[in-house]
């Protein structure tokens, strides 16, 4: 009945009866968007997130798009007595699993993409603390089809860098930045590739971080300042353990990123190489130098666990994209690494911090070895009496040190001045060449 007719029925029964009737309102409730599915949460997996989307009662199912069964690790819609702006929360379309799928397999990289809006809107959600102050830029890399882009602007990211590598990518992604004013700048550049080895011309989408931050006017802020940038993204399946080295020496001798301050990542890098990021000397086999430093110069949170199979994983076969997904009991897990304010002191500074690098991997040469032989090799009228100032055994093994006892064992080292003089500072020059092969 339309509000009209109500009206009119509501006076003759007023007429009738002689009471007062008073015509409320008529409330029209406005749903931003309903979900079309409920993902099932892997029980062996808990968070606050996970908690929050429990507490309304879902229907479990496992879809099948003839892609890949997805199990996504939340659900990313509305719940009861939950309203949301439309402006905010779905200006932008996320578009469809197949639609997006299909922008996937211009891709010229094994990689793995964000296509499902859920997930984008998982990740978006856990981010949007990150979002509120919009004074971080956020860089994401190589977005590919653009979901995790829109729910980043739905969810109040005021300035987003998508920093796409793959050119057939490039056309709707811009078409996205032309509608946005000023809110999304598409820039022809692989995160991954930055600031390669070398001198000559560089051609997109390799670039130097230098043209990158000039061109986007980020200028250096010092380094106990607040985080200027923020970098979103997957790490590359192939070489993920390379990227990490490569960023923990350009993050302690504050070159490339670093340059501009501290610039946070927040990556899905896989579940193997987390556990060995944040492994502890009781962890023998996963317990090594590149988790080692990472530690000592982060703070590590992680903050989500998805299963591999809620990706898409291109891969190109005879110069033809072709897209594969598979069932997998793998994860990928969403980590969040903070340098610290508190990383460079006197002692330890972006001068030397490649020094530090090499003394933590040389000691991972034997990792058996005792501490004090090494000691004795870098600081040999001191050696002993470090490790006692240190409060550490005489015959700890150097696979027993944690990190933060190596972070102030460098540092008594180089107020020694001993270490000046001692071979780790040609090994480091002589190992420059092999920086990830730890």
């Given at each position: 009945?339309?509000?009209?007719?109500?009206?009119?029925?509501?006076?003759?029964?007023?007429?009738?009866?002689?009471?007062?009737?008073?015509?409320?309102?008529?409330?029209?409730?406005?749903?931003?968007?309903?979900?079309?599915?409920?993902?099932?949460?892997?029980?062996?997996?808990?968070?606050?997130?996970?908690?929050?989307?429990?507490?309304?009662?879902?229907?479990?199912?496992?879809?099948?798009?003839?892609?890949?069964?997805?199990?996504?690790?939340?659900?990313?819609?509305?719940?009861?007595?939950?309203?949301?702006?439309?402006?905010?929360?779905?200006?932008?379309?996320?578009?469809?699993?197949?639609?997006?799928?299909?922008?996937?397999?211009?891709?010229?990289?094994?990689?793995?993409?964000?296509?499902?809006?859920?997930?984008?809107?998982?990740?978006?959600?856990?981010?949007?603390?990150?979002?509120?102050?919009?004074?971080?830029?956020?860089?994401?890399?190589?977005?590919?089809?653009?979901?995790?882009?829109?729910?980043?602007?739905?969810?109040?990211?005021?300035?987003?860098?998508?920093?796409?590598?793959?050119?057939?990518?490039?056309?709707?992604?811009?078409?996205?930045?032309?509608?946005?004013?000023?809110?999304?700048?598409?820039?022809?550049?692989?995160?991954?590739?930055?600031?390669?080895?070398?001198?000559?011309?560089?051609?997109?989408?390799?670039?130097?971080?230098?043209?990158?931050?000039?061109?986007?006017?980020?200028?250096?802020?010092?380094?106990?300042?607040?985080?200027?940038?923020?970098?979103?993204?997957?790490?590359?399946?192939?070489?993920?353990?390379?990227?990490?080295?490569?960023?923990?020496?350009?993050?302690?001798?504050?070159?490339?990123?670093?340059?501009?301050?501290?610039?946070?990542?927040?990556?899905?890098?896989?579940?193997?190489?987390?556990?060995?990021?944040?492994?502890?000397?009781?962890?023998?086999?996963?317990?090594?130098?590149?988790?080692?430093?990472?530690?000592?110069?982060c703070d590590i949170e992680l903050l989500h666990k998805e299963p591999l199979s809620s990706f898409v994983?291109?891969?190109?076969?005879?110069?033809?994209?072709?897209?594969?997904?598979?069932?997998?009991?793998?994860?990928?897990?969403?980590?969040?690494?903070?340098?610290?304010?508190?990383?460079?002191?006197?002692?330890?500074?972006?001068?030397?911090?490649?020094?530090?690098?090499?003394?933590?991997?040389?000691?991972?040469?034997?990792?058996?070895?005792?501490?004090?032989?090494?000691?004795?090799?870098?600081?040999?009228?001191?050696?002993?009496?470090?490790?006692?100032?240190?409060?550490?055994?005489?015959?700890?093994?150097?696979?027993?040190?944690?990190?933060?006892?190596?972070?102030?064992?460098?540092?008594?080292?180089?107020?020694?001045?001993?270490?000046?003089?001692?071979?780790?500072?040609?090994?480091?020059?002589?190992?420059?060449?092999?920086?990830?092969?730890?």
């Amino acid at each position: 009945m339309s509000y009209q007719g109500l009206k009119l029925l509501l006076m003759g029964i007023r007429n009738s009866f002689g009471h007062h009737v008073h015509l409320a309102p008529v409330c029209t409730s406005v749903i931003s968007f309903a979900p079309k599915r409920t993902y099932y949460l892997s029980s062996s997996y808990s968070s606050p997130v996970r908690a929050h989307f429990q507490q309304g009662k879902t229907e479990i199912i496992s879809p099948n798009l003839g892609l890949t069964q997805r199990n996504l690790s939340a659900v990313a819609g509305l719940f009861p007595g939950q309203c949301r702006p439309l402006s905010r929360y779905d200006f932008l379309d996320l578009g469809e699993v197949e639609e997006n799928t299909q922008k996937v397999l211009t891709s010229r990289n094994l990689q793995h993409f964000i296509v499902d809006p859920d997930l984008a809107r998982l990740v978006a959600s856990l981010l949007e603390k990150d979002l509120e102050n919009g004074k971080a830029a956020v860089f994401e890399c190589n977005p590919g089809p653009g979901v995790l882009t829109r729910a980043l602007l739905n969810s109040g990211a005021q300035r987003v860098v998508a920093l796409e590598g793959n050119k057939r990518s490039l056309p709707d992604l811009q078409a996205l930045e032309s509608s946005l004013d000023g809110r999304l700048e598409v820039v022809h550049c692989d995160f991954f590739k930055l600031d390669p080895i070398g001198h000559g011309t560089v051609k997109p989408p390799c670039m130097y971080s230098e043209k990158l931050f000039n061109d986007l006017a980020i200028s250096e802020v010092p380094w106990k300042a607040d985080v200027p940038v923020k970098v979103v993204g997957i790490f590359p399946q192939r070489n993920e353990r390379n990227i990490l080295w490569k960023l923990i020496f350009a993050l302690f001798e504050r070159t490339s990123i670093f340059c501009y301050g501290r610039v946070e990542l927040i990556v899905f890098m896989s579940e193997a190489e987390y556990t060995k990021l944040v492994a502890l000397p009781k962890d023998k086999t996963k317990y090594k130098p590149l988790g080692i430093l990472w530690q000592m110069a982060c703070d590590i949170e992680l903050l989500h666990k998805e299963p591999l199979s809620s990706f898409v994983t291109s891969v190109k076969h005879s110069g033809t994209g072709v897209c594969k997904t598979k069932i997998s009991k793998d994860h990928l897990c969403l980590v969040r690494l903070t340098p610290r304010q508190s990383l460079f002191t006197s002692s330890l500074t972006p001068a030397n911090g490649a020094s530090l690098v090499m003394m933590v991997k040389q000691c991972f040469s034997k990792r058996k070895s005792q501490l004090v032989e090494h000691l004795m090799l870098w600081s040999p009228e001191s050696g002993e009496q470090i490790l006692t100032e240190l409060g550490l055994l005489e015959d700890i093994q150097t696979g027993q040190v944690l990190p933060e006892e190596y972070k102030v064992l460098f540092e008594r080292l180089q107020q020694s001045k001993e270490i000046a003089q001692s071979w780790l500072y040609s090994e480091t020059f002589v190992n420059s060449k092999t920086r990830g092969s730890t």
